[in-house]
Protein backbone atom coordinates (compact mmCIF):
# COMPACT_ATOMS: atom_id res chain seq x y z
CA UNK A 1 0.00 0.00 0.00
CA UNK A 2 0.91 3.64 -0.59
CA UNK A 3 0.74 6.66 0.65
CA UNK A 4 0.87 9.77 -1.16
CA UNK A 5 3.98 11.78 -0.57
CA UNK A 6 4.93 15.52 -0.25
CA UNK A 7 7.83 14.37 -2.18
CA UNK A 8 6.06 13.00 -5.13
CA UNK A 9 3.82 15.48 -5.31
CA UNK A 10 5.84 18.40 -5.38
CA UNK A 11 7.37 16.68 -8.17
CA UNK A 12 4.19 16.12 -9.96
CA UNK A 13 2.97 19.57 -9.34
CA UNK A 14 6.01 21.15 -10.22
CA UNK A 15 4.41 23.53 -13.41
CA UNK A 16 1.06 24.77 -11.47
CA UNK A 17 1.07 27.14 -8.39
CA UNK A 18 1.21 23.84 -6.06
CA UNK A 19 -0.81 24.34 -2.70
CA UNK A 20 0.69 21.34 -0.99
CA UNK A 21 -1.51 18.59 -0.54
CA UNK A 22 -2.55 16.75 3.18
CA UNK A 23 0.30 13.97 3.61
CA UNK A 24 -2.33 11.44 5.13
CA UNK A 25 -4.58 11.63 2.37
CA UNK A 26 -4.80 7.92 1.07
CA UNK A 27 -5.40 7.44 -3.04
CA UNK A 28 -7.90 5.05 -3.93
CA UNK A 29 -6.62 2.56 -6.92
CA UNK A 30 -5.43 -0.79 -6.60
CA UNK A 31 -2.56 -1.31 -3.74
CA UNK A 32 -2.63 2.29 -2.32
CA UNK A 33 -5.84 1.57 0.11
CA UNK A 34 -4.86 2.24 3.26
CA UNK A 35 -6.87 -1.06 4.83
CA UNK A 36 -9.78 -2.99 4.56
CA UNK A 37 -11.99 -0.40 6.58
CA UNK A 38 -11.32 2.62 4.17
CA UNK A 39 -12.10 0.09 1.30
CA UNK A 40 -15.42 -0.65 2.37
CA UNK A 41 -16.55 2.81 3.59
CA UNK A 42 -15.60 4.46 0.18
CA UNK A 43 -16.87 1.51 -1.77
CA UNK A 44 -19.24 -1.26 -0.52
CA UNK A 45 -21.05 0.01 1.99
CA UNK A 46 -22.33 2.47 -0.34
CA UNK A 47 -24.90 -0.21 -1.28
CA UNK A 48 -24.05 -3.52 0.93
CA UNK A 49 -24.88 -1.00 4.48
CA UNK A 50 -28.13 -2.55 3.53
CA UNK A 51 -29.95 0.35 1.62
CA UNK A 52 -29.51 -0.90 -1.64
CA UNK A 53 -27.69 -4.71 -0.93
CA UNK A 54 -27.60 -7.15 1.41
CA UNK A 55 -25.99 -6.16 4.36
CA UNK A 56 -22.78 -8.04 4.47
CA UNK A 57 -20.54 -7.14 7.85
CA UNK A 58 -20.30 -10.20 9.91
CA UNK A 59 -20.62 -12.34 7.07
CA UNK A 60 -18.55 -15.65 6.22
CA UNK A 61 -17.73 -15.19 2.61
CA UNK A 62 -15.75 -17.15 0.68
CA UNK A 63 -12.77 -15.45 -1.26
CA UNK A 64 -14.04 -17.18 -4.21
CA UNK A 65 -17.39 -15.21 -3.81
CA UNK A 66 -16.26 -11.76 -2.81
CA UNK A 67 -13.49 -12.10 -5.69
CA UNK A 68 -15.97 -13.34 -8.44
CA UNK A 69 -17.86 -10.88 -7.29
CA UNK A 70 -16.10 -7.60 -7.73
CA UNK A 71 -14.92 -9.09 -10.99
CA UNK A 72 -18.09 -9.18 -12.83
CA UNK A 73 -19.80 -12.52 -11.55
CA UNK A 74 -22.77 -10.72 -9.28
CA UNK A 75 -25.86 -8.88 -11.07
CA UNK A 76 -26.73 -5.96 -10.82
CA UNK A 77 -23.20 -5.38 -8.86
CA UNK A 78 -20.43 -3.28 -10.80
CA UNK A 79 -17.15 -4.83 -11.65
CA UNK A 80 -14.08 -3.64 -10.21
CA UNK A 81 -11.06 -3.90 -12.15
CA UNK A 82 -7.32 -4.93 -10.71
CA UNK A 83 -6.68 -1.44 -11.29
CA UNK A 84 -9.55 -0.35 -8.74
CA UNK A 85 -8.87 -3.00 -6.16
CA UNK A 86 -6.29 -5.74 -6.01
CA UNK A 87 -6.55 -9.52 -4.78
CA UNK A 88 -5.02 -9.09 -2.50
CA UNK A 89 -6.96 -6.47 -0.92
CA UNK A 90 -10.24 -8.35 -1.85
CA UNK A 91 -8.96 -11.17 0.35
CA UNK A 92 -8.10 -9.18 2.89
CA UNK A 93 -11.55 -7.31 2.54
CA UNK A 94 -13.07 -10.89 2.94
CA UNK A 95 -11.40 -11.44 6.67
CA UNK A 96 -12.43 -8.18 7.86
CA UNK A 97 -15.95 -8.24 7.07
CA UNK A 98 -16.12 -11.26 8.57
CA UNK A 99 -14.63 -10.11 12.05
CA UNK A 100 -17.39 -7.30 12.10
CA UNK A 101 -19.96 -7.29 13.99
CA UNK A 102 -23.54 -8.07 12.38
CA UNK A 103 -25.39 -4.56 12.96
CA UNK A 104 -28.28 -5.90 15.40
CA UNK A 105 -31.52 -6.52 13.98
CA UNK A 106 -30.76 -7.14 10.43
CA UNK A 107 -31.32 -10.29 8.17
CA UNK A 108 -28.66 -10.08 6.95
CA UNK A 109 -29.93 -10.91 3.47
CA UNK A 110 -32.51 -8.68 3.29
CA UNK A 111 -31.38 -5.10 1.67
CA UNK A 112 -33.37 -2.65 3.55
CA UNK A 113 -34.52 -1.16 0.28
CA UNK A 114 -38.21 -2.24 0.59
CA UNK A 115 -39.21 0.18 3.75
CA UNK A 116 -36.12 3.44 2.96
CA UNK A 117 -37.54 6.74 2.72
CA UNK A 118 -35.42 7.86 0.10
CA UNK A 119 -36.71 11.50 0.77
CA UNK A 120 -37.21 12.89 4.75
CA UNK B 1 2.92 -16.38 -26.01
CA UNK B 2 -0.48 -17.65 -25.89
CA UNK B 3 -2.58 -17.88 -29.17
CA UNK B 4 -5.24 -14.95 -29.07
CA UNK B 5 -9.00 -15.00 -30.18
CA UNK B 6 -9.32 -11.47 -30.09
CA UNK B 7 -6.68 -9.23 -31.93
CA UNK B 8 -7.09 -5.77 -32.90
CA UNK B 9 -8.21 -5.32 -36.54
CA UNK B 10 -5.95 -5.64 -39.73
CA UNK B 11 -3.52 -6.76 -37.00
CA UNK B 12 -1.88 -10.14 -36.99
CA UNK B 13 -1.24 -12.48 -34.11
CA UNK B 14 3.07 -12.26 -34.23
CA UNK B 15 2.61 -8.32 -34.62
CA UNK B 16 0.45 -7.99 -31.55
CA UNK B 17 2.47 -10.32 -29.58
CA UNK B 18 5.44 -8.08 -31.04
CA UNK B 19 3.50 -4.58 -29.59
CA UNK B 20 2.38 -6.24 -26.68
CA UNK B 21 6.35 -7.05 -25.71
CA UNK B 22 7.00 -3.46 -26.57
CA UNK B 23 4.09 -1.78 -24.44
CA UNK B 24 5.40 -4.04 -21.78
CA UNK B 25 8.83 -2.43 -21.66
CA UNK B 26 6.91 1.05 -21.36
CA UNK B 27 4.38 0.40 -18.55
CA UNK B 28 5.87 -2.75 -16.84
CA UNK B 29 4.57 -6.37 -17.64
CA UNK B 30 2.65 -6.49 -14.90
CA UNK B 31 0.52 -3.76 -16.37
CA UNK B 32 -0.27 -4.74 -19.74
CA UNK B 33 -3.19 -7.44 -19.72
CA UNK B 34 -4.29 -9.87 -22.06
CA UNK B 35 -5.35 -12.72 -20.03
CA UNK B 36 -9.54 -13.47 -20.30
CA UNK B 37 -9.89 -13.52 -16.66
CA UNK B 38 -8.00 -10.62 -15.93
CA UNK B 39 -10.33 -8.62 -18.64
CA UNK B 40 -13.61 -9.65 -17.16
CA UNK B 41 -14.49 -6.66 -15.01
CA UNK B 42 -13.66 -4.28 -18.14
CA UNK B 43 -16.41 -6.44 -20.21
CA UNK B 44 -19.15 -6.28 -17.78
CA UNK B 45 -21.89 -3.81 -19.05
CA UNK B 46 -25.48 -3.02 -18.27
CA UNK B 47 -26.40 -2.49 -21.99
CA UNK B 48 -28.33 -4.67 -23.92
CA UNK B 49 -25.24 -6.12 -25.82
CA UNK B 50 -23.56 -8.84 -26.72
CA UNK B 51 -20.73 -8.17 -24.46
CA UNK B 52 -18.42 -10.68 -27.32
CA UNK B 53 -19.19 -8.17 -29.98
CA UNK B 54 -17.03 -5.24 -27.85
CA UNK B 55 -14.17 -7.57 -26.43
CA UNK B 56 -11.25 -5.53 -25.83
CA UNK B 57 -8.10 -7.49 -27.25
CA UNK B 58 -6.13 -6.45 -23.49
CA UNK B 59 -5.60 -3.44 -21.53
CA UNK B 60 -2.38 -1.33 -20.65
CA UNK B 61 -2.12 0.93 -17.95
CA UNK B 62 -0.01 3.62 -17.84
CA UNK B 63 0.99 5.77 -14.79
CA UNK B 64 2.16 9.12 -16.37
CA UNK B 65 2.32 11.49 -19.23
CA UNK B 66 5.47 9.79 -20.49
CA UNK B 67 4.24 6.11 -20.09
CA UNK B 68 0.70 7.40 -22.53
CA UNK B 69 3.80 8.78 -24.92
CA UNK B 70 5.72 5.57 -25.40
CA UNK B 71 2.09 3.60 -25.46
CA UNK B 72 0.94 6.34 -28.32
CA UNK B 73 4.40 5.81 -30.04
CA UNK B 74 4.14 1.94 -30.34
CA UNK B 75 0.33 1.94 -31.50
CA UNK B 76 0.90 4.21 -33.76
CA UNK B 77 3.45 1.72 -35.15
CA UNK B 78 1.51 -1.07 -35.35
CA UNK B 79 -1.82 0.45 -35.88
CA UNK B 80 -3.29 -0.33 -32.41
CA UNK B 81 -6.57 1.04 -31.72
CA UNK B 82 -6.81 2.56 -27.73
CA UNK B 83 -9.51 3.48 -26.06
CA UNK B 84 -9.26 5.31 -23.14
CA UNK B 85 -11.03 5.10 -19.97
CA UNK B 86 -10.40 6.74 -16.36
CA UNK B 87 -12.25 5.19 -14.43
CA UNK B 88 -14.46 3.04 -16.12
CA UNK B 89 -17.84 3.73 -14.91
CA UNK B 90 -19.88 4.91 -18.36
CA UNK B 91 -22.90 3.02 -16.66
CA UNK B 92 -26.14 2.48 -18.63
CA UNK B 93 -23.33 3.43 -21.52
CA UNK B 94 -21.16 0.69 -22.14
CA UNK B 95 -19.26 1.10 -18.52
CA UNK B 96 -15.60 0.46 -20.03
CA UNK B 97 -16.32 -1.41 -22.76
CA UNK B 98 -15.02 -0.06 -26.07
CA UNK B 99 -17.51 0.86 -29.43
CA UNK B 100 -15.54 -2.17 -31.41
CA UNK B 101 -14.09 -5.15 -30.70
CA UNK B 102 -10.68 -5.64 -30.49
CA UNK B 103 -9.38 -2.03 -28.93
CA UNK B 104 -7.07 -1.96 -26.57
CA UNK B 105 -8.34 -0.84 -23.43
CA UNK B 106 -5.80 2.68 -21.94
CA UNK B 107 -6.94 2.43 -18.01
CA UNK B 108 -5.78 5.98 -16.92
CA UNK B 109 -6.95 4.79 -13.05
CA UNK B 110 -2.94 4.37 -12.27
CA UNK B 111 -3.09 7.94 -12.49
CA UNK B 112 -4.80 9.50 -9.47
CA UNK B 113 -3.14 12.59 -8.65
CA UNK B 114 -4.99 15.43 -7.37
CA UNK B 115 -2.90 17.70 -8.41
CA UNK B 116 -3.53 20.90 -6.75
CA UNK B 117 -6.85 21.96 -4.66
CA UNK B 118 -6.72 25.93 -4.65
CA UNK B 119 -9.00 27.45 -1.45
CA UNK B 120 -8.98 30.86 -2.66
CA UNK B 121 -9.76 30.50 -6.25
CA UNK B 122 -11.68 27.00 -5.71
CA UNK B 123 -10.28 25.52 -7.90
CA UNK B 124 -9.02 21.91 -8.14
CA UNK B 125 -6.59 20.05 -10.85
CA UNK B 126 -7.15 16.42 -11.29
CA UNK B 127 -5.97 13.27 -13.00
CA UNK B 128 -8.12 10.64 -14.58
CA UNK B 129 -8.11 8.28 -12.11
CA UNK B 130 -9.33 10.46 -9.54
CA UNK B 131 -12.92 9.95 -8.15
CA UNK B 132 -14.90 11.91 -6.65
CA UNK B 133 -14.61 10.16 -3.04
CA UNK B 134 -11.22 10.86 -3.30
CA UNK B 135 -11.27 14.68 -3.98
CA UNK B 136 -14.33 14.51 -1.31
CA UNK B 137 -12.24 12.91 0.92
CA UNK B 138 -9.56 14.87 0.60
CA UNK B 139 -11.30 18.53 1.14
CA UNK B 140 -12.93 16.97 4.17
CA UNK B 141 -9.29 16.26 5.20
CA UNK B 142 -8.26 19.48 4.76
CA UNK B 143 -11.06 21.10 6.46
CA UNK B 144 -12.05 22.86 3.12
CA UNK B 145 -15.51 24.18 3.05
CA UNK B 146 -15.49 23.24 -0.76
CA UNK B 147 -19.01 21.37 -2.55
CA UNK B 148 -18.31 18.79 -5.26
CA UNK B 149 -20.88 18.11 -7.88
CA UNK B 150 -21.22 14.13 -8.75
CA UNK B 151 -23.78 12.22 -10.92
CA UNK B 152 -25.20 9.32 -8.95
CA UNK B 153 -22.34 7.39 -9.43
CA UNK B 154 -20.17 9.09 -7.43
CA UNK B 155 -18.40 7.33 -4.85
CA UNK B 156 -17.18 5.01 -8.10
CA UNK B 157 -16.77 7.19 -10.89
CA UNK B 158 -14.79 10.37 -11.19
CA UNK B 159 -15.49 14.06 -12.65
CA UNK B 160 -12.39 13.70 -15.34
CA UNK B 161 -13.97 11.25 -16.89
CA UNK B 162 -18.23 12.76 -16.30
CA UNK B 163 -17.04 15.64 -17.35
CA UNK B 164 -15.56 14.43 -20.90
CA UNK B 165 -18.80 12.56 -21.52
CA UNK B 166 -20.44 15.98 -20.51
CA UNK B 167 -22.26 14.02 -17.87
CA UNK B 168 -24.39 16.37 -15.12
CA UNK B 169 -24.99 16.30 -11.36
CA UNK B 170 -27.59 18.47 -8.96
CA UNK B 171 -25.94 21.54 -7.70
CA UNK B 172 -25.57 24.68 -9.10
CA UNK B 173 -22.52 23.84 -10.75
CA UNK B 174 -24.70 20.49 -12.42
CA UNK B 175 -22.98 20.83 -15.60
CA UNK B 176 -19.46 20.24 -15.21
CA UNK B 177 -18.28 20.77 -18.64
CA UNK B 178 -19.26 24.66 -17.80
CA UNK B 179 -17.40 24.70 -14.72
CA UNK B 180 -13.57 22.42 -15.74
CA UNK B 181 -11.03 25.13 -16.25
CA UNK B 182 -8.49 23.92 -18.59
CA UNK B 183 -6.83 20.25 -19.61
CA UNK B 184 -3.90 18.85 -20.69
CA UNK B 185 -4.02 16.62 -23.06
CA UNK B 186 -1.82 14.13 -25.09
CA UNK B 187 -2.08 14.17 -29.41
CA UNK B 188 -2.01 10.91 -31.10
CA UNK B 189 1.67 12.18 -32.11
CA UNK B 190 2.48 12.24 -28.00
CA UNK B 191 2.99 16.10 -28.27
CA UNK B 192 1.20 17.73 -24.60
CA UNK B 193 -1.37 20.60 -25.51
CA UNK B 194 -2.93 23.15 -22.09
CA UNK B 195 -5.92 24.49 -23.38
CA UNK B 196 -7.07 28.12 -22.18
CA UNK B 197 -4.07 30.31 -20.02
CA UNK B 198 -2.58 26.82 -19.85
CA UNK B 199 -0.69 27.51 -22.93
CA UNK B 200 1.10 30.44 -21.24
CA UNK B 201 4.46 29.48 -20.26
CA UNK B 202 4.46 30.03 -16.41
CA UNK B 203 0.86 30.82 -15.84
CA UNK B 204 -1.26 30.73 -12.74
CA UNK B 205 -4.27 31.17 -14.19
CA UNK B 206 -4.59 27.86 -16.25
CA UNK B 207 -7.86 26.52 -13.64
CA UNK B 208 -8.71 30.67 -13.03
CA UNK B 209 -10.15 31.85 -16.75
CA UNK B 210 -11.40 28.86 -19.11
CA UNK B 211 -11.10 30.88 -22.65
CA UNK B 212 -7.36 32.08 -23.61
CA UNK B 213 -6.52 33.54 -26.62
CA UNK B 214 -7.65 32.19 -29.81
CA UNK B 215 -10.25 29.38 -30.76
CA UNK B 216 -11.40 27.37 -27.34
CA UNK B 217 -10.24 24.13 -28.08
CA UNK B 218 -11.80 22.05 -25.16
CA UNK B 219 -15.29 21.04 -26.30
CA UNK B 220 -13.16 19.34 -28.94
CA UNK B 221 -11.94 16.95 -26.55
CA UNK B 222 -15.46 16.21 -24.90
CA UNK B 223 -17.42 12.87 -26.47
CA UNK B 224 -14.58 12.04 -28.67
CA UNK B 225 -11.86 10.96 -29.57
CA UNK B 226 -9.08 13.46 -30.48
CA UNK B 227 -6.61 13.28 -27.38
CA UNK B 228 -5.93 11.44 -24.51
CA UNK B 229 -7.08 13.97 -21.91
CA UNK B 230 -4.64 13.60 -18.88
CA UNK B 231 -5.75 16.56 -16.69
CA UNK B 232 -8.33 18.77 -16.06
CA UNK B 233 -9.34 22.03 -14.04
CA UNK B 234 -12.43 21.79 -11.82
CA UNK B 235 -14.05 24.84 -10.79
CA UNK B 236 -15.28 23.99 -6.98
CA UNK B 237 -18.45 25.62 -5.29
CA UNK B 238 -18.08 27.39 -2.09
CA UNK B 239 -20.16 25.59 0.88
CA UNK B 240 -23.19 27.56 1.50
CA UNK B 241 -23.79 28.89 4.91
CA UNK B 242 -27.36 27.06 4.99
CA UNK B 243 -29.29 25.55 2.11
CA UNK B 244 -33.00 23.94 2.42
CA UNK B 245 -34.11 21.27 -0.41
CA UNK B 246 -37.97 21.12 -0.93
CA UNK B 247 -39.93 19.12 -2.96
CA UNK B 248 -43.29 21.03 -5.07
CA UNK B 249 -45.37 17.87 -5.65
CA UNK B 250 -48.03 18.01 -8.13
CA UNK B 251 -50.71 15.21 -7.46
CA UNK B 252 -52.00 14.81 -11.02
CA UNK B 253 -50.72 13.40 -13.62
CA UNK B 254 -51.41 15.27 -16.54
CA UNK B 255 -49.55 18.45 -14.32
CA UNK B 256 -46.19 17.78 -16.17
CA UNK B 257 -46.09 20.69 -18.46
CA UNK B 258 -47.40 23.11 -15.89
CA UNK B 259 -45.09 22.08 -13.92
CA UNK B 260 -42.13 22.58 -16.58
CA UNK B 261 -43.80 26.21 -17.14
CA UNK B 262 -43.78 26.75 -12.96
CA UNK B 263 -40.14 25.82 -12.98
CA UNK B 264 -38.46 27.18 -16.54
CA UNK B 265 -38.80 30.91 -15.45
CA UNK B 266 -37.61 30.47 -12.04
CA UNK B 267 -34.66 28.93 -13.23
CA UNK B 268 -34.11 31.69 -15.83
CA UNK B 269 -34.25 34.59 -13.61
CA UNK B 270 -31.76 32.72 -10.70
CA UNK B 271 -34.63 32.36 -8.45
CA UNK B 272 -33.48 28.48 -8.38
CA UNK B 273 -29.82 27.95 -8.73
CA UNK B 274 -29.62 24.41 -8.99
CA UNK B 275 -30.06 21.68 -11.76
CA UNK B 276 -32.88 20.52 -9.76
CA UNK B 277 -34.96 17.05 -11.10
CA UNK B 278 -39.00 16.76 -11.77
CA UNK B 279 -39.26 12.77 -10.90
CA UNK B 280 -42.09 10.30 -12.07
CA UNK B 281 -43.57 8.77 -9.77
CA UNK B 282 -42.20 5.10 -10.98
CA UNK B 283 -38.36 6.20 -10.51
CA UNK B 284 -39.27 7.98 -7.13
CA UNK B 285 -40.91 4.65 -5.87
CA UNK B 286 -37.98 2.51 -7.37
CA UNK B 287 -36.25 3.31 -4.32
CA UNK B 288 -39.20 1.78 -2.20
CA UNK B 289 -40.05 -1.37 -4.10
CA UNK B 290 -39.30 -4.13 -6.64
CA UNK B 291 -41.59 -4.36 -10.04
CA UNK B 292 -42.15 -7.72 -8.87
CA UNK B 293 -44.06 -6.96 -5.62
CA UNK B 294 -46.60 -5.18 -7.86
CA UNK B 295 -47.24 -6.27 -10.44
CA UNK B 296 -46.35 -10.36 -12.06
CA UNK B 297 -48.73 -10.02 -15.33
CA UNK B 298 -47.86 -8.91 -18.96
CA UNK B 299 -46.55 -5.67 -19.80
CA UNK B 300 -46.15 -2.57 -18.43
CA UNK B 301 -47.01 -2.32 -14.65
CA UNK B 302 -50.61 -0.51 -14.57
CA UNK B 303 -50.31 2.76 -14.23
CA UNK B 304 -53.21 2.88 -11.51
CA UNK B 305 -50.74 0.08 -9.51
CA UNK B 306 -47.64 2.65 -9.40
CA UNK B 307 -49.75 5.15 -8.17
CA UNK B 308 -51.60 3.64 -5.11
CA UNK B 309 -48.29 2.14 -4.58
CA UNK B 310 -46.68 5.30 -4.65
CA UNK B 311 -49.03 7.26 -2.75
CA UNK B 312 -48.44 5.03 0.32
CA UNK B 313 -44.90 6.49 0.23
CA UNK B 314 -46.02 9.91 -0.25
CA UNK B 315 -44.93 10.41 -3.75
CA UNK B 316 -47.18 12.05 -6.03
CA UNK B 317 -47.25 11.86 -9.92
CA UNK B 318 -44.52 14.76 -10.65
CA UNK B 319 -42.35 15.00 -7.83
CA UNK B 320 -40.03 18.50 -8.40
CA UNK B 321 -37.28 18.43 -6.05
CA UNK B 322 -34.84 21.55 -6.04
CA UNK B 323 -32.64 23.29 -2.99
CA UNK B 324 -32.26 27.61 -2.24
CA UNK B 325 -28.30 27.49 -1.05
CA UNK B 326 -26.68 31.04 0.59
CA UNK B 327 -27.07 32.47 3.94
CA UNK B 328 -30.42 32.39 5.72
CA UNK B 329 -31.27 35.62 4.56
CA UNK B 330 -30.87 34.90 0.86
CA UNK B 331 -32.64 32.16 1.44
CA UNK B 332 -35.84 33.24 3.01
CA UNK B 333 -37.11 35.77 -0.06
CA UNK B 334 -36.09 32.98 -2.63
CA UNK B 335 -38.16 30.26 -0.77
CA UNK B 336 -41.50 32.53 -0.24
CA UNK B 337 -41.18 33.23 -4.39
CA UNK B 338 -40.70 29.73 -5.27
CA UNK B 339 -43.51 28.98 -2.96
CA UNK B 340 -45.88 30.93 -4.49
CA UNK B 341 -45.32 29.84 -7.83
CA UNK B 342 -45.32 26.30 -7.06
CA UNK B 343 -48.58 26.45 -5.00
CA UNK B 344 -50.21 28.81 -7.40
CA UNK B 345 -49.54 26.48 -9.91
CA UNK B 346 -51.16 23.97 -7.98
CA UNK B 347 -48.10 22.10 -6.49
CA UNK B 348 -47.90 21.47 -2.80
CA UNK B 349 -45.10 21.42 -0.82
CA UNK B 350 -42.52 18.93 1.13
CA UNK B 351 -40.20 21.39 2.92
CA UNK B 352 -36.34 20.17 4.04
CA UNK B 353 -36.74 16.84 2.14
CA UNK B 354 -33.20 14.75 1.75
CA UNK B 355 -31.29 15.01 -1.16
CA UNK B 356 -27.44 13.94 -1.28
CA UNK B 357 -27.13 14.76 -4.82
CA UNK B 358 -28.08 18.57 -3.98
CA UNK B 359 -26.02 18.41 -1.11
CA UNK B 360 -22.74 17.71 -1.44
CA UNK B 361 -23.36 13.84 0.27
CA UNK B 362 -22.13 11.23 -1.89
CA UNK B 363 -24.29 7.78 -1.96
CA UNK B 364 -25.02 4.87 -4.39
CA UNK B 365 -29.20 5.46 -3.37
CA UNK B 366 -29.26 5.64 -7.32
CA UNK B 367 -28.55 1.62 -8.02
CA UNK B 368 -31.59 1.07 -6.12
CA UNK B 369 -32.96 1.37 -9.79
CA UNK B 370 -31.90 -1.80 -10.92
CA UNK B 371 -33.35 -3.57 -8.24
CA UNK B 372 -36.82 -2.24 -9.73
CA UNK B 373 -36.69 -5.12 -12.19
CA UNK B 374 -33.44 -7.06 -11.28
CA UNK B 375 -30.81 -8.43 -13.48
CA UNK B 376 -28.29 -5.93 -13.86
CA UNK B 377 -29.80 -4.75 -17.30
CA UNK B 378 -29.52 -0.53 -18.01
CA UNK B 379 -29.66 1.62 -20.70
CA UNK B 380 -29.71 5.41 -20.49
CA UNK B 381 -32.44 6.78 -23.06
CA UNK B 382 -30.98 10.62 -22.76
CA UNK B 383 -32.96 13.10 -24.76
CA UNK B 384 -32.66 16.62 -25.03
CA UNK B 385 -36.31 18.87 -24.77
CA UNK B 386 -36.34 22.61 -24.78
CA UNK B 387 -37.83 23.41 -21.22
CA UNK B 388 -41.27 24.02 -22.38
CA UNK B 389 -43.97 22.15 -20.94
CA UNK B 390 -45.51 20.95 -24.20
CA UNK B 391 -42.30 19.15 -24.89
CA UNK B 392 -42.34 17.78 -21.84
CA UNK B 393 -45.64 16.37 -22.14
CA UNK B 394 -44.49 15.20 -26.10
CA UNK B 395 -41.96 13.44 -25.23
CA UNK B 396 -43.04 11.64 -21.89
CA UNK B 397 -46.15 10.26 -23.80
CA UNK B 398 -43.97 9.38 -26.86
CA UNK B 399 -41.13 7.98 -24.16
CA UNK B 400 -44.16 5.61 -23.08
CA UNK B 401 -45.96 4.69 -25.84
CA UNK B 402 -42.47 3.14 -26.95
CA UNK B 403 -41.64 1.48 -23.46
CA UNK B 404 -44.77 -0.20 -23.57
CA UNK B 405 -44.81 -1.25 -26.99
CA UNK B 406 -41.88 -3.46 -25.90
CA UNK B 407 -43.61 -4.11 -21.91
CA UNK B 408 -41.10 -1.99 -20.60
CA UNK B 409 -42.33 0.74 -17.79
CA UNK B 410 -41.71 4.35 -17.57
CA UNK B 411 -39.39 5.64 -14.73
CA UNK B 412 -38.40 8.50 -16.26
CA UNK B 413 -37.35 12.28 -15.02
CA UNK B 414 -36.42 15.72 -16.50
CA UNK B 415 -33.14 17.46 -15.19
CA UNK B 416 -34.06 20.95 -14.94
CA UNK B 417 -31.29 23.02 -16.75
CA UNK B 418 -32.88 26.45 -17.81
CA UNK B 419 -33.89 26.51 -20.79
CA UNK B 420 -33.85 22.68 -22.14
CA UNK B 421 -34.15 19.33 -20.16
CA UNK B 422 -32.34 16.50 -20.16
CA UNK B 423 -34.74 13.67 -20.19
CA UNK B 424 -33.56 10.63 -18.41
CA UNK B 425 -35.27 7.26 -19.42
CA UNK B 426 -34.08 4.52 -18.16
CA UNK B 427 -34.63 1.30 -19.83
CA UNK B 428 -34.41 -1.70 -17.32
CA UNK B 429 -33.99 -5.49 -17.90
CA UNK B 430 -33.25 -8.42 -16.48
CA UNK B 431 -29.56 -9.48 -18.52
CA UNK B 432 -29.60 -13.00 -18.06
CA UNK B 433 -32.93 -13.45 -19.98
CA UNK B 434 -32.85 -13.38 -23.52
CA UNK B 435 -35.95 -11.81 -24.37
CA UNK B 436 -36.10 -9.17 -21.97
CA UNK B 437 -32.25 -8.30 -23.33
CA UNK B 438 -33.77 -8.53 -27.13
CA UNK B 439 -36.56 -6.17 -26.09
CA UNK B 440 -34.85 -3.75 -24.55
CA UNK B 441 -32.23 -3.48 -27.74
CA UNK B 442 -35.61 -3.17 -30.32
CA UNK B 443 -36.68 -0.55 -27.89
CA UNK B 444 -34.02 1.69 -27.68
CA UNK B 445 -33.18 1.42 -31.61
CA UNK B 446 -37.26 2.74 -31.73
CA UNK B 447 -36.64 5.57 -29.59
CA UNK B 448 -33.31 6.53 -31.33
CA UNK B 449 -35.45 6.78 -34.31
CA UNK B 450 -38.87 8.16 -33.13
CA UNK B 451 -37.14 11.12 -30.98
CA UNK B 452 -34.58 11.83 -34.00
CA UNK B 453 -37.20 11.91 -36.45
CA UNK B 454 -39.19 14.57 -34.65
CA UNK B 455 -36.22 16.91 -33.85
CA UNK B 456 -34.77 15.75 -30.73
CA UNK B 457 -31.36 15.89 -29.92
CA UNK B 458 -29.69 13.13 -27.87
CA UNK B 459 -27.62 14.23 -25.20
CA UNK B 460 -25.28 11.06 -24.81
CA UNK B 461 -25.42 7.38 -26.29
CA UNK B 462 -24.22 4.11 -25.25
CA UNK B 463 -21.35 2.48 -27.08
CA UNK B 464 -24.06 0.35 -29.45
CA UNK B 465 -25.72 3.35 -30.62
CA UNK B 466 -22.65 5.64 -31.11
CA UNK B 467 -22.16 5.20 -35.10
CA UNK B 468 -26.29 5.07 -35.49
CA UNK B 469 -26.76 7.98 -33.74
CA UNK B 470 -24.21 10.09 -35.85
CA UNK B 471 -25.85 8.52 -39.10
CA UNK B 472 -28.93 10.30 -37.98
CA UNK B 473 -27.16 13.66 -38.00
CA UNK B 474 -26.43 15.86 -40.57
CA UNK B 475 -23.77 14.80 -43.33
CA UNK B 476 -21.60 17.99 -42.35
CA UNK B 477 -21.10 17.24 -38.66
CA UNK B 478 -20.05 13.91 -39.56
CA UNK B 479 -17.58 15.72 -42.25
CA UNK B 480 -15.99 18.51 -39.90
CA UNK B 481 -15.54 15.41 -37.34
CA UNK B 482 -13.68 13.09 -39.46
CA UNK B 483 -11.49 16.25 -41.27
CA UNK B 484 -10.75 16.69 -37.12
CA UNK B 485 -10.12 13.46 -36.63
CA UNK B 486 -7.52 12.94 -39.76
CA UNK B 487 -5.88 16.19 -38.78
CA UNK B 488 -5.24 15.09 -34.94
CA UNK B 489 -4.96 11.18 -35.11
CA UNK B 490 -4.17 10.30 -38.95
CA UNK B 491 -3.61 6.39 -37.82
CA UNK B 492 -6.91 6.66 -36.58
CA UNK B 493 -5.59 4.79 -33.19
CA UNK B 494 -7.54 6.63 -30.94
CA UNK B 495 -10.54 5.05 -29.88
CA UNK B 496 -12.30 4.65 -32.90
CA UNK B 497 -16.40 4.32 -33.17
CA UNK B 498 -16.32 6.80 -30.00
CA UNK B 499 -19.40 8.92 -30.57
CA UNK B 500 -19.50 7.80 -34.32
CA UNK B 501 -16.01 9.16 -35.34
CA UNK B 502 -13.59 7.15 -37.41
CA UNK B 503 -10.97 8.34 -39.17
Known sequence: MKRLTRSRLLVCAAPCVAILVSE???????????????????TCAYCHDGRVASQLLGERLSTQAVLGAARGA??????????????????????????????????PRAPRHATRQRSR | MQSRDILPQ???????????SELAQVVGADYVVTDPERLLPYTKSMLPIDEREYLPSGVVMPSSVEHIQGVLGICNRYRLPLWPISTGRNFGYGSALPATRGQLILDLKRMDRILEIDPVLCTALVEPGVTYQQLHDR?????????????????????????????GGHTPYGDHFAH????????????????GTGCVPNTDSWQASRYGYGPYLDGIFTQSNFAVVTKLGLWLMPAPAAHRTVMAQYWDERDLGKAVETVRPLRLNGTLQNVGVLASAALMLSSHRRRAELYQGEGTVPDRLIESAAREQGIAPWNLIFTLYGTAEQIAPN?????????????KLVFDVHEGTQSNELGLESFSLLNWVGGGGLAWFSPIAPARGTDAVKQ?????????????????????????????????????????????????ADLVTEFTDKGYALQRVGVDNMGKLARLYAATNRDV????????????????GKSGIHS
Open chain 1, 24 to 42: TTWAQAAGEWRDSEQLWHS
Open chain 2, 180 to 195: ACGMEVVLADGRVLRT
Open chain 2, 396 to 444: RELAKSLLARHGMDYLGAFTLNGRDLHHLVPLLFDRTVQPQLERARQCF
Open chain 2, 335 to 347: LEIARRAFEGSGA
Open chain 2, 139 to 167: LAERSLALWLDFPGTGPLAGPLGNTLERG
Open chain 2, 481 to 496: NRMLKRALDPNGILAP
Open chain 1, 74 to 107: AQPMPSFTPSQVSDAELRALTDWIARQKRPPGED
Open chain 2, 10 to 20: GVSSASFARAL
